[in-house]
């Protein structure tokens, strides 16, 4: 309990330190994209060949219906109640005007980060290894993630207060979603598929869209390098 507490509190401070990156202008933003590509190659991995897998221990008929909700309600609060959301700068600003739009991305985002938290406690809830796996996939993109809900907060009008603040709400939830697992471990039937279908929209539906804007195939070849290091580290694995 107190590996998967500390691990979650490490994700949620990079949720923080994206969103101070974000604001303070001199740091650089550039190597965030590799982060991006990196977890969302990751991520994807996990998802597929440890959290649904898993869950199908659990309910081989419930589990996808589960994975499913998952994947659809991230999409119902990050882009159907948000008219516009995406990964990384928010630089629409003609797109972007109302404050209330940052909120809803806030509030999308808060529950996206509380499946990240219910992803690694449901991870670690099963083996130390498995949680280990799934504190990688979801640290990648903690930072971008923070400095997302920072750059959209701005965009809206907010002050660099507010974005900070942001980054630390999504941080809090992150750590909410851990502790939930913690105390009542056996909702990881219901929170380990929830959570890959929330890590497969984040990572194929959120992160490849800005992989892919990327001219080149280099940000490609990093997604494949995320991939890649899922697979090398799988067959370190302790057989479990
Ligand atoms: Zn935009
Ligand atoms: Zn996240």
Known sequence: M????????????????????????????????????????????????????????????????????????IHLLEHTITPHFHFGEETHHDEFISSRTGYSVLVGLAVHALFDGVAIGSGFALSTWLGCLIFFAIFLHKVPEGFTVASVMLASGQSRRAALVSATVLAGATVLGVLVINLLPHWVQVGLPLSAGVAIYVAATDLVPEVNREPGIRMALVFFAGVLMFLLLRLLAPAV
Do not use: Q
């Open 2 to 73: 107190l590996l998967s507490l500390t691990l979650g509190f490490i994700a949620a401070i990079a949720d923080i330190v994206g969103g101070l990156v974000l604001v303070r202008r001199n740091w650089e933003k550039r190597y965030l994209r590799y982060f991006v590509a990196l977890g969302a190659g990751f991520m994807l991995a996990v998802a597929f060949l440890e959290m649904i897998p898993e869950s199908l221990h659990y309910s081989p008929r419930l589990s996808p219906v589960l994975v499913l909700a998952g994947y659809c309600a």
